[in-house]
């Protein structure tokens, strides 16, 4: 059976965790206790409900107990975040995914119990940082403090070489994990498939080897 989800919380974070799972075909019922948030959610998706997530009756009514996973996505009002992750915890849930304001905020929620805490606005500031310092980063995931998966395009030096003969492996400690072309991903890639400049890169290493091959890609392409 198809995992059942709830998001309470319907800014801009909340409100798009719920339209996706929704949009992949996942039972999602989304909660907020604004009437207005609840008015423009329901033209989107099917179950939304207005409630107050601190009111442990109100949640009990909606038998939030029952659901696989909980994304609380409420940011501006810490004193609710905490409570409504109190409350479930409490309650028994399952798994529940908290967006955390702050790093204070975050460990407030790990504390208590949240099973995940996500910073939703720091991790796209990173993201958008790596881009900045280097176009040629496309996209940057953290995994950890130390690894990280990065998107980065190939440029001249890359050309019509293959895996093997650019030794990214020895030379960068990285591995790459798939390659992109025209919108098509060869996912994990043989040594012998050629690169071609213009090609997307995807690779997972640690934070000091990748940036070693970010700067050998900006180099590269000026
Ligand atoms: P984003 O940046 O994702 O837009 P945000 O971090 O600014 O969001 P808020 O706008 O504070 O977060 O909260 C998101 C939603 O959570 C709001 O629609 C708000 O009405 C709702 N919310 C806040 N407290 C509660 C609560 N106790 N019960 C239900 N919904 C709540």
């Known amino acids: 059976m198809n995992k059942q989800f709830a998001v309470i ?10 339209q996706t799972l929704h949009s992949m075909g996942y039972e999602v019922l989304a909660v907020d206790r604004d009437p207005s948030r609840v008015q ?10 207005e409630a107050d997530s601190t009111d442990e009756n109100a949640l009990k009514a909606l038998g939030i107990r029952n659901f696989d996973v909980i994304v609380v996505a409420i940011g501006e009002d810490i004193q609710s975040s905490i409570m ?11 798994k529940i995914v908290v967006k955390a304001r702050n790093d204070l905020h ?9 099973d995940k805490v996500v910073y939703p606005e720091r991790d796209m500031g990173v993201r958008v940082v790596h881009h900045l ?3 040629n980063i496309l996209d940057y995931v953290e995994l950890s403090n130390d690894y990280s998966i990065i998107e980065v395009k190939a440029g001249k030096y890359f050309n019509g070489k293959t ?3 650019l030794n990214i492996r020895q030379r960068f400690n990285c591995n790459v994990m798939a390659i992109k072309r025209e919108g098509n991903y060869n996912i994990n890639p043989s040594a012998t498939d050629v690169i071609y ?19 050998a890609t900006v180099s590269d392409n000026e």
């Open 9 to 18: 919380g319907l800014g801009r974070f909340g409100g798009s965790v719920a």
């Open 40 to 49: 423009d959610m329901a033209q989107i998706i099917p179950h939304v409900i």
């Open 84 to 94: 409504t992750t109190l409350i479930l915890k409490e309650m028994g849930v399952k």
């Open 106 to 114: 975050g460990k407030v929620l790990e504390k208590i119990g949240a």
């Open 133 to 135: 310092i280097s176009p």
């Open 163 to 165: 895996l093997q003969e």
């Open 197 to 215: 400049a213009g090609d997307n890169l995807v690779v997972i290493g640690h934070n000091n080897d990748l940036q070693k091959l970010e700067e």
